[in-house]
DNA sequence: AATGAATGAGGATTCATTCAT
DNA sequence: AATGAATGAATCCTCATTCAT
C-alpha cells in the first residue's frame, strides 16, 4: 500500500539555502540600498529565508557586509592580475589589459562593484583593514604598470602615484552609472576608459 | 552694575538655532555616518538643539538632505560658472580653470563635496530630478569646454561627450580619500589634476 | 459658537507618565518575574505607556533596575538610621529598633525588598559599586550595634562582624516568603525577629 | 598497534556526554546568569556539544531547571538526614551536626547552592510542587529537632516554627556571598553558623 | 522657535525549540 | 546520540515623526 502523507498538518518542507545565497542577498540588498538603508530583514527576503536564519551563516550584518567587500576586492584583484600576466609585456598592452579588465568585472558584477565602492566606509576594525589591504594590491598594480611606462618612455606622467590612483578611480566610479541597458556596450566602454587612462598615464 | 537675575528656579535660555546651523549639522552627520547611519538625533546633538526642533526648519529628514544636495550642486556649479567665465577663453586655461576650481570645492567643503556624491542614490521623487539637473549643468559645462577644444584641435578625444564624464568623475572621487593633513597641498592637487584631465581630453 | 470636536478622526490624548511611575512599574515587573524574565514590554504595560516611551525616562533596563537597587538601598539604610537614632542608646534597644525597622521596610515595601536582595547579580561596573555601598552602609550600622554591645557586656557573640551579617542575612530574607496574609503580622514578625537577633548577638 | 585511520576527510567524532554533564552545565550556567539569563546555547557551550542534543537529554530548559532543584534539594536533605541521624541524639548535638552539614554542603557545592534558592521562583506546577516538598522536608528536620530541644530543655523559643526557618534562611543564605578563598575556611564557618543557630534556638 | 513627552513601526539580534539527516 | 539548519516569536533598543506646551 502506497504511503499516503496524513491530513495532519504538516510544516512545509524548510528550503535549505547555503552561504553563497546569503551573499548574494546580502549583495541585492546592499547594493539596492545600501548598507544602512539595507534591513536584515530585506536579506532574509531576498534569501528567500527566515531572518534568523540568516545568523546561521553570518553572525552580524557587519560581518556579512565585510566578507562580500573582501570576496569582491580578491575577486577583482585576481581577475586583474590575470589579465595583466596574460597581456604583453609592454606597459601599454599592460594597462590595456587591466582597465579592460576592471570595465569587464563591473559589467559582470554591477552589485558587487557598487558596494565595493560605496560601502567600505561602514566597515570598521580589523575587517577593514583587510578590505583596504586588498584594495591597496590593486592600486600598486597599476602604480607597477605606470612605473614601468615611464621608465620604458611609453608613458609620462609626472606623478606616477596620483596617476595610478586616478585612474583606479576613474574605473571604479563606472559602476556608479553604468546600466547594461545604457547607449554604450562592454566593448566600446572598455575601449575609451582604456585611452582616457592612456592619456592619463602619458599627460605631462 | 549688571543685575544679577534672582535665584529663583528658571529655565537655561533656549539656544536660538537657524535655517544653515541644522543644514551644517545635517552635513556633519550625513558626511560621517551616511543618511542611512546618521539620525535626526544625532543631527540634532551636532546643532545642539532638540530633536523636535529640527521639524521648524526642515519637514523631514529626506527634505534635509534634498537641500543640502541641492546647495550643494548649485554651489558647485556657480564656483565652476565663475571660474571658466574669469578664465582665457582658450578650451585648455577653461579645463583648467574648472578642474581646479572643482578641486578648491572639495579641499573648502569636504563634507559637502562627500555628501554630494555619496547620499545622492537616498534621494528619490521629484527631489532628486532637481538635484540631477543641477549635476547634469555642471558636466555640461564640462562637454562644453571638451567640444570647444575638439574643435579648435587644442583637444582630440574622439568622445568629448565621455572624457567630460570622465573628468567629472575624477574630480568629484577626489573627495573620497582628501585629508587636509595628507601628502599633497590644494595647489599641488590642482595642477596634477588639471594634468590628468588635459591628458584625458587630448587622449585619441 | 462653541466648539464642537469634529468628528475627523483624532488620537487618543497621550498618557502623561512620569519617572516614578516607570520605577514603580519597573519593581513590579522585576519582583514578579526578575530582571531577565521581566521584558521592556511588561513595564511598558505596567506602566501603562508605550515601550518607547520608557527610553524618554532611562536609558537602558539595567539603568533603570540600578536605580530601583540604589533607591531602595538608600531608603532601607535612611529607615534603619533613623529608628537607630530614636531609639534608646542602649545596644540591645538599637538592635531591636533595626531589626523591627527592617521588617517594617520588607512589610511596607514587599516589591522593593525582593528586588533589592534577587537582582543584584544582574547588575555590573560602577552602579554595582554603587548599590554595594549603600548595601554595606547598612551592615556596618548593625555591626557597630554589635561592637557596642560586646562592649558594654549585653551581647556576647565572639564574631560580631559575622553576627551582623547574619542578622541583616536573616531579615533581608524575610522578603522570599513574607505574605501579607500569611500567619503572622508585622509586629508579631517584628517582635520574633528582634528575639531572633538578640539570640545570635548573645550566643557564645 | 592501532590502526590509523586513513587520511580521507572524516568527521570529527561527536563528543558523546550524558545526563549528567547537560546537568552540570546548566548549573554552571544558572548559577552564573540566572535561569532567565543563561540561554540554552549558554548551557550546551558549558557541556560542548550542540544546541540541538541537549534536547535529546531534556524537553525543555524548565524541565532541566526543575531536574536540578530536584536533585540539589534532594541531595542536600539526605546529607542534612544522615548528619543528624549520625550524631548524638541530643538536640544540640543534631542542630550543630545539621548546620554544619548545611554549611558542607554549600561550600562543596556552591553552584547548586545558588541556583536552590535563586531559581525556584521560575519554576510553576508540579514541578514546583515536588521542589517544595523537597525543601519542606528539610524545613520540617530542623523544626523537629528545635521542638526536641524545647522539650528537653536545652533550647527555650517560643516559636520552634519560625525558629527553624530562620535557621534554615541563615543557612542557605550563605551560598550568596560564601567565596572558597574568602576569610573563612568551612570549619570556622560551620562552627559561628552553630553558634548563631543555637543562639536562635535558645532567644526568648 | 523651542522643548520634552509620546507614539508605532522597525532596527539587529537572540530565544527556545524542532526537523532532517 | 549527535549535528546543523530552520523557524517564529521575542529580546532590547532606536527610528522618524508628532503633539502639547
Redesign the pocket.
Known sequence: MAKIPSAAP??????????SVVLQAGLAAFSLKGF?????????NEA?????????????????LAQLLLDTGTDLYERLEAAVSGAEPRPTAQLAAAVTSYIGFIVDKPQASIVGISEIRYLEGPSRAEVTEVRDLTEQLFRRILADGNASGEFATGYPHDAARAIVTLCSAVSNWYRPEGRLGQQELAERYVEFSLGIARAH
Do not use: E, H, V
Open positions: 504538516q510544516r512545509a518542507a524548510p528550503k535549505r539555502i547555503n552561504r544602512n538603508g539595507a534591513s536584515m530583514r530585506d536579506i532574509a528567500d529565508t527566515s531572518l534568523s536564519n540568516l545568523y546561521n551563516y553570518f553572525p552580524s550584518k557587519t560581518f556579512l
